[in-house]
């Protein structure tokens, strides 16, 4: 780099401005001020973990906003032609000490100007920071230091402010509209509480009018539990709160169940809108809840430690013992960006898989080298940009005492990055998404779903590692009546084990937990020690296997409704099999709350008696008739069914009897007279041919879905057909689309776009309709036969192995009293041995809780 002369004044600094002002004039045109709805990346490269604190610090394009490490930099130069960049950089120095040997008193340090956050690594009454600005211009690498106002042209100055004070590029910049801001009530601090004596246990609590259990509100002024009205948060109550309120003008209430060293949900029903009460915590004393008490994890989740779980805490995170540190490549930990676990664990497991490294750390400079202008947006270039950060070591650096020794001579200390904090991924496959997006805590086996899909979608004629998940199941739904079976296969991407509670081996220990369970909250005393129910994994398998009930079944044998029953099988078997435990149910209120379970998960597992054996000997198959489908009754006369009469009169015209017209242009979606006679064709034969249509009734959505029972059977609509071959696309190609995507042009284009490799020249599928876009890949060939895909099959067969055999090699593990709550961490197995992943914290794990886990990660063994 080539630094502009510094300003010796005079002359000389008029002489500098007239420089400047020549060196930026070819650029002008390209610096922007940052508008209303930019977004300004000055603390995170779009292409690495560089930030501002790195050796190369970062930077930031003034005309995109983004930010780039210096290994990247030049890559953005070259593509878009920007020259002008700003480039900042933050140092960090220990403090110089005393006489007495302590650091000197801390001073406002008018050095540090970036909006950054502090280096976690650094404790920060040891260290100070100076940050640095300036201009750079490419390819000669001009440098201009900032803040240069006297001599800068007006419009760079104001560009240059604007990006060093813009906003976070993570903050939404259009908040919710109807989300106002919760005022302090008027009576928080006036508040007066009488001294009646009530002490508020940790659980059991209950209306004290109508004996309720949830929605529960604890009065501020005397210290009464009664029930809230429907309308508070939108659970049942019988209103005795606000009844309360009405007889004795006690304004402020608590809901019990919101409590927590953070926050709690206080309402006013003077001022008729929740509040804000600064003195909750005293408040909340006078009735002995001492929320300061209440342990709180590092991670930011909350947990009563008066209540059953926290053994689990311990477990779970090895808690106690003395784990060492490992660093280097595949050791990197990721920062919590708060409740952001549940994405740690799954990304951590997921680049612990060769197909994911090789799919997007393989093949990172093609990536990169062909990402959009904004690789911000772009999901592969993401995806390789956190696998590289997790994968490359860079991240995850041993403190070298030699080092250490010689940066503290210099007074100076180079940071060593303690993981990565990929907010440019959260904000990218969070976009949208209701939940993910939100900073709540989320369900770890719903993220892992969500990233799937994501990388099915953007894997369009390239590697698609989540290939390595899927597998088809066989369902087999039977007529309790006839007896009579249907099978059907989907694509599925992981394994739900019930946990039956009832084969727990120390039942009677479970028992005897209730009844002192149940004593204490009829006695309002504190809740006994958790027992917590030892299943076996045998018994989770086998309930696996038990025959379900399918609701509403309708029966193709009878042609009505009856009783059903489903089992399902693996008609093939994965790479990589993801075994989720069902430890997750709902409680009265609706909040999902968790099962206290431990299940001795075997580190081989052999799947062989559940591979599918489709149809056997002596089984008969359900007729392939389409349920009809119902009006509701009040829409009966209202509403008649959809008929071509002019289709319905041509067929009678030929001779047919006019009901069974009506019926063949009914069954076949009024697609037209012909399709109408191929429907009379086959069913003339009928005893009910002639008889006049029935009361439609609802179908069954799901045997629907996999009825075989022509070749009429979802059939796509056959305009939709004409717009996609009018594009230019086959026919073939259009019918699988549209039957992947449930008939939907939009997706139908996405579906084609994605699978440009199939071939046309099969036209058997699977009429799995509505399902996920994918489902082409296995054709009516397997749908009833004893044998399962093959690994070398062509492109129009399952994109799936064969193999029964499993060995674990990581798993994750949830703590807490729900998945809106707690904390995630994973173990994997590396080298031969098992590795703890706690947030940014990697450790060789000591006692790895594999009874405790959530998620189970099993890779095929290669003999299988």
Same mark, same amino acid.
């Given at each position: ?7 010796? *004044?005079?002359?000389?600094?008029? @002489?500098?401005?007239?420089?400047? *002002? ?37 930077? /930031? ?14 890559? $953005?130069?070259?593509?878009? *032609? ?8 933050? +140092? ?63 419009? /760079? ?13 993570? @903050? ?11 005022? /302090? ?74 409590? #927590? ?21 005293? $408040? ?12 709180? #994890?590092?991670?930011?989740? #909350? ?7 926290? =053994? ?9 013992? @003395? ?11 990721? &920062? ?39 690789? =911000? ?10 696998? $590289? ?18 940066? /503290? ?80 296969? &989907? ?15 120390? !039942? ?19 809740? %006994? ?21 399918? %609701? ?32 997750? +149910? ?6 999902? @709350? ?18 599918? +054996? ?81 009361? %439609? ?27 996609? #071959? ?72 399952? !994109? ?22 707690? $904390? ?37 063994? =290669?003999?299988?």
């Amino acid at each position: 780099p080539r630094p502009y002369p510094a300003d010796s *004044g005079g002359s000389e600094g008029a @002489k500098m401005a007239a420089d400047l *002002g020549e060196l930026l004039v070819p650029y002008m045109p390209t610096i922007r001020v940052p508008r209303t709805g930019d977004r300004v990346f000055r603390s995170e490269c779009a292409f690495s973990y560089d930030s501002p604190e790195s050796d190369g610090g970062l930077y /930031v394009c003034m005309n995109t906003f983004l930010g780039f490490g210096r290994e990247h930099v030049e890559r $953005h130069y070259r593509k878009t *032609g920007q020259s002008v960049y700003m480039h900042l950089k933050r +140092t960090a120095r220990e403090k110089a000490t005393g006489a007495a040997g302590g650091a000197v008193p801390r001073r406002r340090n008018g050095k540090v100007f970036l909006d950054l956050e502090l280096s976690h690594d650094l404790h920060g009454d040891d260290f100070e920071y100076e940050d640095e600005a300036k201009l750079v211009i490419f390819p000669d690498h001009y440098e201009i230091p900032l803040p240069n106002i006297e001599e800068l042209p007006a419009l /760079v100055t104001i560009a240059c402010d604007a990006v060093l004070n813009a906003a976070s590029a993570y @903050k939404h910049h259009e908040p919710d509209s109807w989300e106002e801001e919760i005022q /302090v009530s008027k009576h928080a601090r006036s508040l007066r509480q009488q001294d009646s004596g009530v002490r508020i246990p940790p659980s059991g609590w209950r209306c004290s009018k109508c004996e309720m259990r949830e929605n529960l509100w604890l009065n501020l002024t005397d210290g009464s539990v009664l029930c809230g009205r429907w309308f508070f948060d939108g659970s049942g109550g019988n209103g005795h709160a606000l009844e309360h309120y009405r007889e004795t003008s006690f304004p402020l209430a608590v809901k019990l169940d919101t409590i #927590t060293p953070d926050r709690a949900d206080v309402y006013s029903f003077d001022e008729e809108e929740a509040v804000l009460d600064p003195h909750i915590s005293e $408040h909340l004393a006078h009735f002995g809840i001492d929320i300061l008490q209440m342990q709180r #994890t590092e991670n930011g989740h #909350t947990e009563n430690h008066a209540q059953s779980r926290a =053994s689990e805490w311990e477990v779970v995170q090895e808690a106690g013992l @003395k784990l060492k540190s490992v660093y280097g490549s595949g050791y990197t930990g990721i &920062r919590n960006l708060g409740n952001s676990c549940y994405l740690s664990t799954t990304m951590q497991v997921l680049f612990s898989i060769p197909e994911f490294q090789r799919a997007y750390v393989g093949n990172l400079q093609r990536i990169f080298d062909y990402s959009p202008l904004d690789p =911000s947006q772009d999901f592969a270039t993401q995806m390789a940009k956190l696998g $590289h950060g997790l994968l490359s070591g860079q991240y995850s650096k041993p403190p070298a005492k030699s080092e250490l020794i010689e940066q /503290v001579m210099r007074e100076e200390h180079k940071l060593q990055p303690k993981g990565i904090s990929p907010k440019m991924f959260k904000a990218l496959v969070s976009r949208g998404h209701p939940e993910f997006s939100s900073s709540r805590q989320q369900d770890a086996q719903e993220f892992f779903l969500h990233v799937v899909n994501l990388v099915e979608r953007n894997s369009a004629a390239s590697e698609n590692p989540s290939d390595v998940f899927r597998f088809l199941v066989e369902e087999r739904v039977q007529c309790c009546q006839t007896r009579k079976v249907r099978y059907a296969q &989907r694509v599925d991407y992981l394994m739900q084990l019930p946990a039956p509670i009832e084969a727990a081996t120390n !039942r009677e220990e479970l028992l005897a937990y209730e009844a002192r369970r149940k004593d204490a909250e009829e006695n309002m005393m504190a809740p %006994p020690e958790s027992v917590r129910a030892r299943i076996p994994f045998t018994a989770c398998l086998q309930a696996f296997t038990e025959p379900e009930n399918v %609701p509403d079944f309708w029966s193709s044998a009878l042609q009505a409704k009856s009783a059903g029953v489903k089992t399902s099988r693996f008609a093939s078997f994965p790479e990589c099999l993801v075994v989720q435990i069902k430890k997750f +149910t709902f409680g009265e209120d609706w909040v999902p @709350k968790k099962l206290n379970i431990s299940i001795d998960v075997p580190d081989f597992l052999d799947l062989s008696r559940l591979r599918a +054996t489709g149809l056997q000997a002596g089984e008969e198959e359900l007729p392939d008739l389409t349920p009809p489908i119902v009006i509701p009754e009040d829409a009966r006369g209202t509403v008649p069914p959809e008929i071509d009469e002019s289709s319905v009169m041509q067929l009678a015209e030929m001779g047919f009897p006019l009901e069974a017209c009506r019926k063949a242009v009914y069954y076949t979606g009024n697609m037209g007279a012909e399709m109408a006679f191929n429907w009379i064709i086959a069913h003339m034969e009928e005893p009910d041919f002639a008889e006049p249509l029935p009361v %439609p009734s609802y179908a069954e959505p799901e045997l629907l879905r996999t009825s075989a029972a022509s070749p009429l059977d979802n059939q796509p609509p056959e305009e939709s057909i004409s717009i996609l #071959t009018s594009m230019g696309f086959p026919r073939q190609q259009a019918i699988r689309a549209l039957k992947g995507s449930n008939n939907n042009l939009e997706r139908a284009l996405d579906w084609i776009f994605t699978h440009p490799d199939l071939e046309d020249d099969s036209e058997a599928m699977s009429d799995a309709g509505d399902t996920e876009p994918n489902d082409h890949a296995f054709s009516n060939a397997n749908l009833h036969s004893d044998s399962t895909p093959s690994p070398d099959q062509d492109a129009s067969g399952p !994109r799936i192995k064969d193999g029964p055999g499993y060995e674990l090699f990581a798993f994750i593990s949830h703590m807490g009293e729900s998945t809106m709550s707690g $904390h995630y961490v994973c173990h994997i197995k590396k080298e031969g041995r098992w590795v703890i992943y706690n947030d940014h914290k990697v450790c060789l794990s000591e006692r790895p809780p594999k009874d405790l886990g959530y998620m189970y990660f099993y890779r095929r063994l =290669s003999s299988c």
